[in-house]
């Protein structure tokens, strides 16, 4: 199947531990996405990558840093987790021009920290 | 910068009900105009988008106009089903950009 893929789906830890999520495309798009989506349901951007270049970096505390090995790949590493991180965070991709097209969305990882 | 407000919700409605929700914007240049569904315990899914002023988009029954007069790109449908059931947003993208806005989501419940 062609889609954004989130691994995990749940990740429950313990506060201070460190992390990852990994996302990974087949679609063959240039630019992929992290959101965080809180409990209100709320969707924050958090960072996005043109073909493993940084190009949206929003205000996010420096625990969290994203990695793109290739332009199908992008994962999420969370140093020193804290309670405040539990969310559902969200990869997705797009293929340009993103205002013709929107985004597609992976099904999410919730992420639970005790 | 660029914003979206949705009405809040959660939206309560009997099957087969007409649904509206509203969505208003804000943005320098030209935008286009998403909704998107998430269903529970899932990602979110393109329902349709508009990326001209006065175009219309449709999907699964629902419709939406883009209104450049008012900034609105409301949602409706003519009759909603049990299946609706989710949370709707409203998120847009400035032309040149990459970066999709969304809305707060409004929750849609649909009962027998």
């Known amino acids: 199947d062609t889609a954004v893929s989130q691994t995990p789906k749940y990740l429950v830890t313990q506060m201070g531990n460190d992390k990852s999520i990994k996302c990974e495309q087949n679609l063959g798009h240039d630019t992929m996405y992290w959101y965080k989506q809180d409990s209100k349901k709320f969707l924050k951007i958090m960072f996005s990558?043109?073909?493993?270049?940084?190009?949206i970096n929003e205000t996010v505390p420096n625990r969290f840093s994203p990695k793109s090995p290739d332009k199908a790949h992008l994962n999420l590493h969370i140093n020193s987790l804290e309670l405040g991180d539990s969310a559902v965070y969200f990869c997705?991709?797009?293929?340009?021009?993103?205002?013709?097209?929107?985004?597609?969305f992976g099904s999410g990882t919730r992420l639970t920290v005790v | 910068g660029d914003s979206v407000t949705q009405m809040e919700g959660p939206v309560t409605l009997s099957e087969e009900a007409c649904l509206t929700i509203?969505?208003?914007?804000?943005?320098?240049?030209?935008?286009?105009l998403f909704w998107y569904v998430q269903y529970p315990g899932e990602g979110l899914q393109l329902l349709l988008k508009?990326?001209?002023?006065?175009d219309k988009g449709s999907n699964k029954g629902f419709e939406a106009t883009y209104r450049k007069e008012t900034t609105s790109f409301h949602l409706e449908k003519g009759s909603v089903q049990v299946s609706d059931s989710a949370v709707y947003f409203c998120a847009l993208v400035t032309g040149g950009g990459n970066k999709l806005t969304f809305g707060t989501g409004t929750q849609l419940k649909v009962e027998l």
């Open positions: 509203n969505c208003t914007y804000t943005a320098t240049g030209y935008p286009s």
């Open positions: 997705a991709s797009s293929q340009e021009p993103v205002p013709a097209y929107g985004y597609t």
């Open positions: 508009a990326t001209k002023a006065d």
């Open positions: 990558y043109n073909n493993k270049e940084l190009i």
